[in-house]
């Protein structure tokens, strides 16, 4: 199939009406079904916004800790903002991370985050393919605003045993695919598991043996799992499938303890526990009696919880106090749905398919339990769940007159009803590819999309404890339009370019109220929201060069990211806070020799935004502030009543890092080989700013000069991190 793309190619306008019509429709048929090729992909579909990353470029690219990542390849992308040094967050052309769709091989997932954020719930060792769409998204995907990560997982081997085992430094991996009835079912299945509390465990016990003697002991431990097991099968010669079940979870513990012995007996106890994952299962079941009709059917369940304790006690002598808070936050789907694609003839495909879906929310599920000695009546709770049903259906018409032209047009609808209130949207979506010359095309496109549940963050770094609040009957559904156009070509053989402008305009966006501190643990989530709206618009570049020994890419991305709230900012519009100006990334792939590869990237971004006070007012402890806002006596002389102006007032500092790899492959036999990869994430140790800190001086014995001082410091939090890991595939 390549060379036949690369006889397309060289042809161009010249191939007879014919041939014309035959090579795009077994090129659409190429990229919808089958695979890709990337510089075909950019200069003949008339996608916009889109991107396929194969598992092995993945597999390649310089990691952290010696894990590779899907998520990290993705922030690697134009137009897309990574969030927080280190984390695998993504934050597409003005979109939030919760706007963002996640399907590993049709099961949609809620959270694809471990340690925090620092790495993705996906195991490479298991993906074929990732398909990622920042805009022009076709009209089988919908529930999100910002973009779709598609994962496609490798088809299990009906002939042959084989897989790989890898091991790095926070965590170890097993893959293994082979036949259970050959040519008719197999499997394949990974494990991925962290041993950092083998690590951890035996540090913190030497630890607290020295601290043994001052009555402190300190309590943390870590660890992250996630599991895929996968059925392939083959019924017949037209009907075939897959089972898929996935569990992903992280468990944290952190806390500390004071105590004391003899006589006067006292204890001090601490601990906080975050516990959060996914566990979900997909079945599928492909029907194909003719190269031109295609029927596919799936159903699934999908469940996403996370869990935030938090236990306080003290005990002296006969006397005890304690406080438990509990706070549960889970959302649970039940889908099923049903596409098919026919050809009625050589140009024309068309596509369509419905989904249904039954989602149970618990926004938030809060039991708080304490003694007198805590202040507090025992016990408190509250629990709100609420469901919603989703039903969808969407046509799409690919439609190629014309070696010259291709047209991509559909349209999906979508019905939500949840509390007594039903929401009924239309979403068309279109994309148009016209080639000026055998090497150069222009593309164009629009799609509408809607979002009914939101995850608010209420805190600097979003965490995967946060809240997801569906819009139940209070809010309307986040809606978004981005338009999006370009210039695509290649250079030579083996470069081609993409140049393309973006516009998207968001309404109903929720944010909590700057007032929400005031409310109670209790207070209703849907008190503490308000409603807005965002615009995101900029120009993403990039060239790619995928032949030779030197291979990568290089990106500039130039964004621009506001929102306006009447409730926030005085109604004033004001930059969102990932609105990162300028992004330029650096992919490259040298092969030094057969068996050794060298990888280097290059990150530059404007630095995030944050709200900062940069003025405090003097004087005002006496004017009916409380002591902690406007503190009075010397304290007053010292720091203040902080000043809020606009907010995300304060750019930080710009983002750069280098990051290099290198491999080492030996190849034992003809299906063996060994890999041993080394690397360094932020090669130079640049401590780049994930927050301005502001520190108040307290001076009130200088005599001359002011006693009042404000400090500001820049915090990092990522040097140097050398990585090293293993692996051997059999």
Request: charged share 20%.
């Amino acid at each position: 199939m390549k060379s036949f793309y690369s006889l397309l190619l060289l042809c161009g306008l010249g191939l007879t009406a014919h041939a014309q019509i035959d090579s795009v429709a077994h090129h659409l048929k190429e990229v919808v079904v089958l695979g890709h090729d990337s510089r075909t992909d950019n200069l003949l579909t008339p996608q916009t916004g889109g991107v396929v990353i194969k598992g092995v470029a993945i597999a390649n690219m310089p990691v952290m800790l010696g894990e590779p990542d899907v998520l990290k390849a993705l922030q690697t992308q134009t137009g897309v903002s990574s969030g927080i040094e280190g984390f695998t967050g993504i934050y597409v052309r003005g979109g939030e991370n919760d706007q963002n769709l996640y399907m590993l091989h049709r099961l949609p997932l809620y959270n694809v985050n471990h340690l925090g954020g620092l790495f993705s719930s996906f195991n490479v060792a298991m993906v074929e393919n990732v398909k990622f769409f920042k805009a022009g998204f076709p009209a089988e995907y919908g529930g999100r605003v910002a973009s779709v990560t598609d994962i496609q997982l490798k088809r299990s081997d009906f002939e042959e045993y084989h897989g790989q085992a890898s091991i790095g430094l926070l965590s170890g991996n097993l893959y293994i695919t082979g036949p259970i009835i050959e040519d008719r079912l197999a499997f394949s299945a990974s494990v991925r598991r962290s041993w950092m509390e083998l690590v951890t465990i035996p540090t913190l016990a030497i630890i607290n043996n020295s601290k043994k003697i001052n009555g402190e002991k300190i309590i943390g431990r870590y660890s992250f799992m996630d599991i895929n097991l996968k059925l392939d099968y083959n019924i017949t010669d037209y009907i075939d499938g897959f089972t898929h079940f996935y569990l992903g979870r992280d468990r944290t513990k952190l806390g500390s303890e004071n105590f004391s012995s003899g006589d006067n007996s006292y204890l001090e106890k601490n601990t906080i526990k975050l516990n959060w994952g996914s566990i979900g299962a997909v079945t599928c079941l492909n029907f194909k009696p003719t190269d031109n009709f295609f029927i596919s059917a799936d159903a699934y369940i999908t469940h996403f919880d996370s869990k935030y304790k938090q236990n306080a006690e003290e005990s002296y002598d006969d006397s005890h106090a304690y406080s438990y808070k509990n706070d549960i936050n889970s959302i649970e789907d039940y889908g099923a749905s049903l596409r098919a694609s026919l050809s009625p003839s050589s140009n024309v495909k068309i596509e369509a398919g419905t989904e249904f879906i039954h989602h149970i929310y618990k926004p938030e599920e809060l039991e708080i339990t304490g003694s007198n000695g805590f202040g507090l009546a025992t016990p408190l709770g509250s629990a709100a769940e609420t469901s919603g049903n989703e039903l969808s259906v969407w046509e799409n018409n690919i439609f190629a007159p014309f070696e010259w032209l291709q047209l991509n047009a559909g349209v999906r609808f979508t019905q939500y009803s949840s509390s007594g209130k039903s929401h009924k949207r239309l979403e068309p979506r279109a994309n148009i590819r016209v080639s000026l010359t055998d090497f150069l095309s222009i593309k164009a496109g629009y799609a509408r999309t809607n979002q009914y549940v939101q995850q608010l963050c209420n805190s600097y770094v979003s965490l995967p404890t946060e809240p997801w609040i569906p819009i139940a009957d209070k809010w309307e559904p986040l809606k978004s339009d981005i338009v999006s156009a370009g210039i695509y070509g290649d250079i030579t053989d083996e470069v081609f370019f993409a140049v393309e402008g973006y516009y998207k305009w968001m309404d109903n966006l929720l944010e909590y109220r700057e007032d929400n501190i005031m409310f109670t643990a209790l207070t209703n989530w849907n008190d503490k929201l308000t409603s807005g709206r965002g615009e995101a618009y900029g120009i993403d570049l990039s060239v790619n060069k995928n032949k030779g020994r030197l291979t990568g890419t290089v990106g500039y991305g130039l964004m621009w990211n506001n929102r306006q709230f009447d409730e926030l900012n005085r109604g004033d519009w004001f930059p969102a806070k990932y609105d990162n100006r300028h992004k330029i990334n650096v992919n490259c792939q040298y092969e030094v020799k057969e068996n050794v590869k060298l990888n280097v990237a290059w990150t530059y971004m404007s630095g995030n935004r944050m709200t900062l006070s940069l003025n405090n007012y003097k004087g005002l402890g006496g004017a009916g502030f409380d002591s902690d806002m406007a503190p009075i006596g010397i304290f007053d002389t010292a720091w203040g009543l902080n000043e809020y102006g606009k907010r995300n007032n304060v750019r930080l500092p710009a983002y750069h890092r280098l990051d290099l790899g290198v491999s080492f492959i030996h190849k034992i036999s003809v299906s063996k080989e060994s890999i041993l990869n080394i690397g360094l994430y932020n090669a130079y140790s640049r401590m780049n700013p994930i927050v301005i800190k502001k520190d108040g001086l307290i001076r009130p014995y200088i005599e001359d000069g002011p006693k009042w001082r404000t400090k500001f410091r820049t915090l990092g939090l990522l040097p140097v991190i050398p990585s090293i890991s293993y692996t051997y595939k059999f």
